[in-house]
C-alpha cells in the first residue's frame, strides 16, 4: 500500500482548524456536562456574579421572554391544602406587589416591588407552598434573591427544599450562610448547569409567604461560542 504524504498546505489547514472544532462542540449529558451547582451570597454581594445578565426586577407587570411562574399547593390559614388550581404566570402577571405596602419595605433586592407567592400576587392567603420558575429556553446560569423565607413561624415550623430541573438540591436552611427571617432578605441564590429549564423552591410543610427578587438569567444553553479567527486568516493559508 502507498501511503500519500499530506501537503503542507493541508497540515497547516487541520491544525488551524482543530483548536476551533475543539472550542465549539460540546454534548449535553456527555462526561464533559458540568453538575449542578448552587452558590450562596451574601445580600450586597451579589452584582458581581450577574453582571451582563438579563434581570427581571418585577417592578412592572411585563416579564421576560422566556420565563413563565407557576405557583401551586396551596395553603391557607389554617395550613390546610385547598382546592386552588396551579397558576402560571407568562408574559405578564396579574399586578405588582409593593413590598411596604404590605410592611416589608427591606424585601426587595432591587427597586421597591417584588414577586410574592400569595393569592392573586398579593400578601393574601392562600400561600402556594411551592414557587416554579421555568426558562425556555433554558439557562446556564440563573440567581435570584429570596426574602422574606422563614423556618419558625411562631409555633409552626417548615423547612424549604430547594429543586433544579426536577432534582432536589437540599434544604434551603442548609445552605452556607442561610439565614431565615420574616421581614428582611435571606440570601442570592446562583445556580449553573449544561440546561436550566425550571428552579422550583417549597415551603415543605407549613405555609410561608416567599418573596423573589432579581431574576438574573445567563446565557441560553447551548449557544456555541464563536471563534475570533477570520476567514481571511485561513485564506492567507494558502498564499
Do not use: C
Not at 464533559?32 to 451579589?46: F, K, L, N, Y
Not at 399586578?95 to 416591588?113: E, H, I, K, L, Q
Not at 421581614?183 to 407549613?206: E, G, M, Q
Request: hydrophobic share 45%; aromatic share 10%.
Amino acid at each position: 500500500m502507498r501511503i500519500r504524504k499530506m501537503s503542507p498546505v493541508l497540515t497547516r489547514l487541520l491544525m488551524f482548524m482543530a483548536p476551533i472544532a475543539a472550542a465549539s462542540w460540546s454534548v449535553p449529558g456527555s462526561a464533559t456536562a458540568i453538575p449542578i451547582t448552587v452558590t450562596s451570597i451574601a445580600p450586597g454581594s451579589e452584582d458581581g456574579a450577574i453582571a451582563g445578565m438579563l434581570v427581571e426586577s418585577f417592578e412592572d407587570v411585563n416579564l421576560v421572554p422566556g420565563l413563565s411562574i407557576t405557583f401551586s399547593v396551596w395553603r391557607n390559614s389554617a395550613n390546610q391544602v385547598t382546592a386552588n388550581p396551579p397558576v402560571t404566570y407568562t408574559g405578564t402577571l396579574p399586578g405588582v406587589w409593593t413590598a411596604s405596602v404590605a410592611g416589608f419595605p427591606s424585601n426587595p433586592w432591587d427597586g421597591t416591588r417584588a414577586l410574592v407567592n400569595g393569592n392573586g400576587h398579593m400578601w393574601a392567603y392562600p400561600f402556594a407552598a411551592s414557587v416554579e420558575l421555568q426558562f425556555d429556553p433554558p439557562r446556564t446560569t440563573v440567581g435570584f434573591g429570596l426574602s422574606n423565607v422563614q423556618t419558625d413561624a411562631g409555633s409552626a415550623f417548615t423547612s424549604h427544599t430547594l429543586w433544579v430541573n426536577g432534582v432536589s438540591q437540599g434544604r434551603l436552611e442548609d445552605l452556607p450562610g442561610w439565614v431565615s427571617t420574616v421581614s428582611n432578605r435571606n440570601r442570592y441564590l446562583l445556580v449553573t448547569f449544561d440546561a436550566i429549564d425550571s428552579i422550583v423552591f417549597t415551603a415543605d410543610t407549613h405555609f410561608d409567604g416567599m418573596v423573589v427578587d432579581k431574576l438574573a438569567l445567563g446565557e441560553a444553553a447551548g449557544v456555541v461560542p464563536v471563534a475570533t479567527t477570520s476567514w481571511g486568516q485561513v485564506k492567507a493559508l494558502f498564499r
